[in-house]
T-cell receptor, first 115, second 115 residues
Framework: KAGVTQTPRYLIKTRGQQVTLSCSPI?????VSWYQQTPGQGLQFLFE???????NKGNFPGRFSGRQFSNSRSEMNVSTLELGDSALYLC??????????????FGQGTRLTVV | AQSVAQPEDQVNVAEGNPLTVKCTYS??????LFWYVQYPNRGLQFLLK??????LVKGSYGFEAEFNKSQTSFHLKKPSALVSDSALYFC?????????????FGKGTRLSVIA
């Protein structure tokens, strides 16, 4: 069974640009969550999608957005990039069935560098 | 809102000695607790979880964790540390089983096992 796949693995962007990151969950998983990992802040929750609906949202500015498609694949978009957006962005999938708490499976992440 | 605290940024232990990585949590309902490990340049890997039942939970690679409701703690333990256990460890909590709250992580504890 293939794991969680995130593309691209590395990305360098300039301040002010926008970026789209992609995540393909494990087959059959309907929940996808996104996290931002930085050395000082650890893992900060961005958003969670379940069956194409945003189920939970973290405390990030509106420049950060996401969506989930009917095949459960998810994208997150960051507009008007700032230097502080440089981070490792991790995607996690889980079976996500309401009321059932399976563990989350993580991709290897996309390393975004804003210059 | 739920939160997790990992009070130690770094834990050093000699190989063969027992190790403990501390975690405390705050939730409004029933806690669902997880431990993950991250090796360099890798995504997070699931170690173990507590949903209900026995307070002592056994997981992968010889790790275990003890749920203590009165102290709101979920410390990770291993009787005999290996050099290969050196990694970044994250504790995480979800507030309930409804899916209406996200999985929230602590800032991580770096474990260094010295030969």
């Amino acid at each position: 069974k293939a794991g969680v796949t995130q593309t691209p693995r590395y990305l360098i962007k300039t301040r002010g640009q926008q970026v789209t990151l992609s995540c393909s969950p494990i087959s059959g998983h309907r929940s996808v969550s996104w996290y931002q990992q930085t050395p000082g802040q650890g893992l900060q929750f961005l958003f969670e999608y379940f069956s194409e609906t945003q189920r939970n949202k973290g405390n990030f500015p509106g420049r950060f957005s996401g969506r989930q498609f009917s095949n459960s694949r998810s994208e997150m978009n960051v507009s008007t990039l700032e230097l502080g957006d440089s981070a490792l962005y991790l995607c996690a999938s889980s079976s996500g069935t309401k009321g059932v708490l399976g563990e989350a499976f993580f991709g290897q992440g996309t390393r975004l560098t804003v210059v | 809102a739920q939160s997790v605290a990992q009070p130690e940024d770094q834990v050093n232990v000699a190989e063969g000695n027992p190790l403990t990585v501390k975690c405390t949590y705050s939730v409004s309902g029933n806690p669902y607790l997880f431990w993950y490990v991250q090796y360099p340049n890798r995504g997070l890997q699931f170690l173990l979880k507590y949903i209900t039942g026995d307070n002592l939970v056994k997981g992968s690679y010889g790790f275990e964790a003890e749920f203590n409701k009165s102290q709101t703690s979920f410390h990770l333990k291993k009787p005999s540390a290996l050099v290969s256990d050196s990694a970044l460890y994250f504790c995480a909590v979800r507030d309930d089983g409804s899916g209406n709250t996200p999985l929230v992580f602590g800032k991580g504890t770096r474990l260094s096992v010295i030969a």
